[in-house]
């Protein structure tokens, strides 16, 4: 039972560099979630998905792209790295409607320079 | 739009002591209502949620939180807490309607001292 499995923990990328946090779940969850955490922030909504195949924005988009082709995927891009993007990331899945509650994965520490 | 506010970022306790750590929303519509834990250097976890119902929620460690509509508020409570206990915690809230996704508050860092 891996639940919702992030990959990688820890990355340092320069400025304008690409890469791909990879999220994965095996619940069967058809809600997934992409979130950022800055210190005193508390989390903020990247991108979030309701099924395969479809994707909708969060409260903090620029910058990202994600995509949906499997129930159990949902990756997270980084096209162009900023220092703006220096964040704990966080993926996060739920069944039917968030109402049940999220399981999160243990977050991938990104820093850019 | 819906915004969750928790006016500490830091509580210091003794141990044994009791705790309450404030959440207000600001939603005009039906809310469902949340509080998560996230212990050092992991995801964050489910602690409570209020969906319908009875105003007042249990977890399985001892801490409940009361739903206020009139005031707005969520505050999450404790009556003895342990050092076990120290961890950032969250609240967060969705609205019946429009995004189907949680806005989270800015968390408050709860501080067990013995």
């Known amino acids: 039972n891996a639940g919702v499995t992030q990959t990688p923990k820890f990355r340092i990328l320069k400025i304008g560099q690409s890469m791909t946090l990879q999220c994965a779940q095996d619940m069967n969850h058809n809600y997934m979630y992409w979130y950022r955490q800055d210190p005193g922030m508390g989390l903020k909504l990247i991108y979030y998905s309701v099924g395969a195949g479809i994707t909708d924005k969060g409260e903090v988009p620029n910058g990202y792209n994600v995509s949906r082709s499997t129930t159990e995927d949902f990756p997270l891009r980084l096209e162009l790295a900023a220092p703006s993007q220096t964040s704990v990331y966080f993926c996060a899945s739920s069944y039917g409607t968030d109402t049940y509650g999220y399981t999160f994965g243990s977050g991938t520490r990104l820093t850019v320079v | 739009a819906q915004s969750v506010t928790q006016l500490d970022s830091q509580v210091p306790v003794f141990e044994e002591a009791p705790v309450e750590l404030r959440c207000n929303y600001s939603?005009?519509?039906?809310?469902?209502l949340f509080w998560y834990v996230q212990y050092p250097n992991q995801g964050l976890q489910l602690l409570l949620k209020?969906?319908?119902?009875?105003?007042l929620v249990e977890s399985i460690n001892g801490f409940e939180a009361e739903f206020n509509k009139s005031q707005t508020s969520f505050h999450l409570r404790k009556p003895s807490v342990h050092i076990s206990d120290t961890a950032e915690y969250f609240c967060a809230v969705r609205m019946d309607t429009g995004r189907r996704a949680l806005t989270f508050g800015s968390g408050t860092r709860l501080q067990v001292q013995p």
């Open positions: 209020y969906l319908s119902g009875s105003t």
């Open positions: 939603s005009s519509v039906s809310v469902y």
